[in-house]
């Protein structure tokens, strides 16, 4: 019995690896609670901060290493395909928000890591937030990139509409990016896990948060309210929430602007002042909200 398993995981780790790998980051597998799981990490750079990149809905990891790999020469980089996704393997069921936060923590369990610091986009927010949620030791900061769920995505068709308007404002070739990975989730499992997603309490679980908090924003973004509002529930609630506005982008801001996202990430972990890439005009962005606590800047 253990053979035949240990012969299809292998059969499914030939399958699911290209000839040519996605990034400059090692690719690399492991197996938790008897499924494959797909990750990528970085050479570690010494005494690096932990950073893990966790993706979104229907996606797999790929779409994030651009912001990743800019991120690798100083932190230890670990951009898992949460099971079920990508090209990691898949549970009998299908998993819901908490069952990702769990996976998640397997994941590091699994890599020996204690603690880190989480990136998320998308999806990838409210699965930070639940892990946040039943693991707050293990979590030193968090950085939530268009934070997708709550009531701004209800009922499905609207979130599948504000899906559909996203498309068409990034970049085409996230489409030559995601399209075989929502091809590989299929069909029954979007509307399960797109439906656990819009009924997530986002807002709730970010105001419990106790981390030092960066919440990127895109002005382009359809699955989110405008930055004023916001801004405006952020400021009703002393919290740890640090609020960035990146002007031009939509929803996949790992992808379609890693070096304006990556600059603030590093201002962030830093607790330095948010400012524009000196000498990028193109680079725009805006602090909105700083919560009661959150660290203030160094200067």
């Given at each position: 019995?253990?053979?035949?398993?240990?012969?299809?995981?292998?059969?499914?780790?030939?399958?699911?690896?290209?000839?040519?790998?996605?990034?400059?980051?090692?690719?690399?597998?492991?197996?938790?609670?008897?499924?494959?799981?797909?990750?990528?990490?970085?050479?570690?750079?010494?005494?690096?901060?932990?950073?893990?990149?966790?993706?979104?809905?229907?996606?797999?990891?790929?779409y994030l290493l651009p912001t990743a790999e800019l991120l690798a020469d100083e932190f230890h980089t670990l951009v898992p395909?949460?099971?079920?996704?990508?090209?990691?393997?898949?549970?009998?069921?299908?998993?819901?928000?908490?069952?990702?936060?769990?996976?998640?923590?397997?994941?590091?369990?699994?890599?020996?890591?204690?603690?880190?610091?989480?990136?998320?986009?998308?999806?990838?927010?409210?699965?930070?937030?639940?892990?946040?949620?039943?693991?707050?030791?293990?979590?030193?900061?968090?950085?939530?990139?268009?934070?997708?769920?709550?009531?701004?995505?209800?009922?499905?068709?609207?979130?599948?509409?504000?899906?559909?308007?996203?498309?068409?404002?990034?970049?085409?070739?996230?489409?030559?990016?995601?399209?075989?990975?929502?091809?590989?989730?299929?069909?029954?499992?979007?509307?399960?896990?797109?439906?656990?997603?819009?009924?997530?309490?986002?807002?709730?679980?970010?105001?419990?948060?106790?981390?030092?908090?960066?919440?990127?924003?895109?002005?382009?973004?359809?699955?989110?309210?405008?930055?004023?509002?916001?801004?405006?529930?952020?400021?009703?609630?002393?919290?740890?929430?640090?609020?960035?506005?990146?002007?031009?982008?939509?929803?996949?801001?790992?992808?379609?602007?890693?070096?304006?996202?990556?600059?603030?990430?590093?201002?962030?972990?830093?607790?330095?002042?948010?400012?524009?890439?000196?000498?990028?005009?193109?680079?725009?962005?805006?602090?909105?909200?700083?919560?009661?606590?959150?660290?203030?800047?160094?200067?």
């Amino acid at each position: 019995m253990v053979k035949n398993a240990e012969k299809a995981s292998y059969r499914h780790r030939a399958r699911m690896t290209p000839r040519r790998p996605a990034s400059g980051l090692a690719e690399r597998w492991t197996m938790i609670d008897g499924v494959d799981v797909f990750y990528r990490e970085s050479a570690n750079p010494p005494d690096a901060r932990v950073m893990t990149h966790l993706h979104g809905f229907g996606l797999s990891g790929r779409y994030l290493l651009p912001t990743a790999e800019l991120l690798a020469d100083e932190f230890h980089t670990l951009v898992p395909d949460l099971p079920g996704f990508g090209r990691s393997g898949k549970f009998g069921i299908g998993l819901d928000i908490p069952d990702l936060a769990h996976a998640a923590a397997r994941f590091l369990d699994d890599r020996g890591i204690a603690s880190t610091s989480l990136v998320g986009n998308s999806m990838g927010c409210p699965v930070i937030l639940e892990f946040a949620h039943h693991y707050p030791e293990r979590i030193e900061r968090a950085v939530l990139v268009s934070p997708a769920g709550g009531i701004h995505n209800q009922p499905l068709r609207r979130a599948v509409g504000q899906l559909a308007t996203d498309g068409g404002r990034e970049p085409r070739k996230m489409i030559t990016v995601a399209t075989p990975d929502y091809l590989r989730f299929g069909v029954p499992s979007t509307f399960k896990m797109f439906r656990a997603l819009t009924q997530y309490p986002s807002l709730q679980r970010l105001l419990e948060l106790n981390v030092p908090t960066l919440v990127v924003l895109g002005t382009r973004d359809p699955l989110l309210p405008g930055p004023a509002r916001i801004k405006e529930v952020a400021s009703q609630d002393e919290n740890h929430v640090l609020i960035v506005v990146l002007d031009g982008a939509a929803h996949a801001i790992n992808f379609s602007h890693p070096k304006e996202l990556a600059h603030v990430i590093r201002l962030f972990m830093d607790d330095r002042p948010i400012v524009d890439i000196p000498g990028s005009p193109d680079a725009r962005v805006i602090e909105i909200h700083r919560g009661e606590h959150h660290p203030r800047p160094k200067e």
